[in-house]
């Protein structure tokens, strides 16, 4: 042991001091002075017994921060880019969907359009009290049962569309548990800078510093870039 | 007139693909990355270049810088149209020669514009 207290020249005052009672015969002092000695070594041992449970504590919750930080190397993080994975499929697939379904709508809405200003300007082509033929009527006729159809094929478009919108629900939930990894993994990463006595603030306000510079460099919208282009002289 | 639309995002191509096509230009193809862009720009005859910048195999700006690099493909108009919104990309586009710069998201009309201010300083210049 090399601490300080438990060093053998720290008893030599004492021990001189009881040797000196022993040898003048005060029994009551040298009693008394043995009990301080004894004291001083019980303190020396309390304080060893401390500083090693300090140590074994630290050791305890270092290996805690390493097999939380093995756990999330092995599986957290696969499992994690497997999900976000899973993510870029289900928006893609969500996109794509979307697109279809208004691909498919588009061509019904122009026929729509093409069918009622045929029948449209029919009509204004009557002269005032002229009564429309047979053929405008029935054309009329066949133009609004279309539309009562097409209309309806859109609403279905339109109920499919805001379906296919489903993937946010899922998409939010694991992103939340991700952001939620990353936190964790951050708190770890500060606290073992704490632990290998680094400044976990210093480091933090850096990396604060560094996201506001990064985040004024970043221009807002389409107009900041054209002033930009526009200051090259573009 | 034949446009290359470049993105890695198959759900990018097809908006820009559909504004595009909104815009009365029919002729269109696409590739997912920047180096089998430049290997289309060589073989096939392209008169427009809409391409995304961050891709994991070539990116946009590198082939931007390879577009102006080639004597055959160099006077080819590159639009970019991007989520990098950086001032100093910015910058580093316009050096490397781009044409114009659109921040995702962005709107069909801002496409048709920014699309068109490329075709008028181009005939300008002719």
Redesign the interface.
Known sequence: MNNNSTKSENYVPALEALLETARAGDDQKFLAQLDDLTSLREKALFQDVGRLTRQLHESLTNFQLDSKVANMATADFPDARDRLDKVIAMTEKSAHRTMDLVEDAVPVVEDLMNVSRVVAERWSALKTGESPDDELVAETRRCLTQSGEQAQSLRKTLSDVLIAQNFQDLSGQIIRDIIRLVKEVEETLVNMIRISGGSAELVQQQADARRRSEESERVQNQDDVDDILSSLGF | MQILVVDD???MR??VK?VLRELGFSNLKEAEDGAPALQMLKTTKIDFVVTDWNMPGMTGLELLKAIRADEKLKTIPVLMVTAE????Q??EA?QAGVNG???KP?TAQ?LKVKMEKVFERINASK
């Open positions: 995002f198959s759900t097809r908006i559909n919104a950086k001032r100093e910015i910058i316009a710069y659109v921040v962005f801002t």
